[in-house]
């Protein structure tokens, strides 16, 4: 989860470097691109299994929401959104995937998880209103759309990865979703020829960490956590890309912006809390089970009454 965490925080100001140098559509062709090609290539050597027919549905509903949509709608919100602001935007995404998990894969919705994704929301909401209501755009509605395909994402693949490896869904989402982004492809090769060297390389960066390895290892991670958990992580993810945006543009966050990550921080550790049980009273010595040495087992005492005495008596002959 560390690890998804630092490379998704990465991808906001790679993002605003690569869509100054290419554009909206051609970036977000290139990335899925690089990414497919270099999870294709791997799949022969990393035993990667085709997809049974009865998972294609499934398949291609993660390829479109959270690749070729994704893509596109975040790229198209950070034309006009800082790449900070943009990544805590995205922060919301973990509420729709708790809530469709909730309802569609029967995980339970404890008080602590309703609760810390309220706080997580109006964590939001502050960096949202940071500069006032003039600064909630339209911009700022398509970045939220792509908090929302994100989410539907992290609930669609969670049922995938019972069956799969995290390397085998990420290979087939990523490959379904360049599919999908084949009609932007002419657009990319032309944006490609003569384009800045920086913005090429931010979009073979995009492809090859924040993509094709951030969604191996959020897979491994999501296969091994409830959705709650796992989605919850994500709400890290902005603080870090306030950090990286501020030493790779030189980004600096108002600061009411970063009371509003500090606030989304608090809802995933009120989320991730696990409340301890609390022991059950001791029990009487005189009737207290006594523990078998020999099988591990609790047994009851001895009865004194003679028809028990009788039954013992016989299950130990037996």
């Known amino acids: 989860m560390v690890g998804t965490v630092v490379l998704w925080a990465c991808a906001f100001p790679a993002i605003r470097v690569g869509v100054d140098g290419l554009g909206v559509a051609a970036l977000s062709f290139l990335r899925l691109a690089v990414a497919a090609v270099a999870l294709l290539a791997m799949s022969p050597f990393a035993g990667v299994r085709l997809p049974r027919r009865r998972d294609l549905p499934l398949i291609a509903l993660c390829g479109l929401t959270g690749m070729t949509a994704y893509q596109v709608l975040l ?25 469709l998990a909730s309802a569609f894969l029967s995980e339970s919705l404890t008080r602590n998880v309703v609760v810390g994704s309220l706080i997580a929301i109006a964590g939001t909401a502050v960096v949202t209103l940071a500069k006032g209501f003039s600064g909630f755009s339209a911009a700022s509605l398509v970045v939220l759309a ?23 869904v990420a290979t087939y989402a990523m490959a379904a979703g360049t599919v999908f982004a084949l009609p932007l492809a002419p657009e990319a090769a032309k944006a490609t020829v003569g384009a800045p060297a920086g913005a090429v390389w931010a979009a073979v960066f995009l492809g090859l960490l ?39 543009l030189g980004e600096k966050p108002l ?11 608090a809802g995933v550790v009120l989320i991730n809390h696990r409340t301890a ?14 523990a078998d040495p020999t099988r591990g087992n609790a047994i009851k005492p001895a009865s004194r009454d003679p028809v028990a005495l009788d039954a013992r008596a016989t299950r130990q002959r037996h």
């Open 75 to 99: 790229n198209w919100g950070e034309v006009h959104v800082a790449a900070g602001t943009a990544s805590l935007l995205i922060a919301i995404a973990p509420v729709f995937s708790v809530l």
């Open 146 to 168: 792509a908090a929302v395909v994100q989410g539907v994402y992290h609930f669609a693949s969670k049922p995938l990865l019972k069956r799969y490896s995290g390397l085998e």
């Open 210 to 248: 924040p993509s094709a390895l951030g969604f191996v290892i959020w897979g491994y991670a999501v296969a091994r956590l409830p959705m709650a958990a796992s989605t919850a992580a994500l709400y890290l993810v902005p603080p870090v890309a306030l950090v990286v945006s501020f030493v790779w």
């Open 255 to 265: 600061p009411l912006e970063l009371a509003g990550g500090a606030i989304s921080v």
């Open 277 to 290: 049980k609390k022991p059950g009273p001791a029990a009487p010595a005189s009737g207290s089970l006594a």
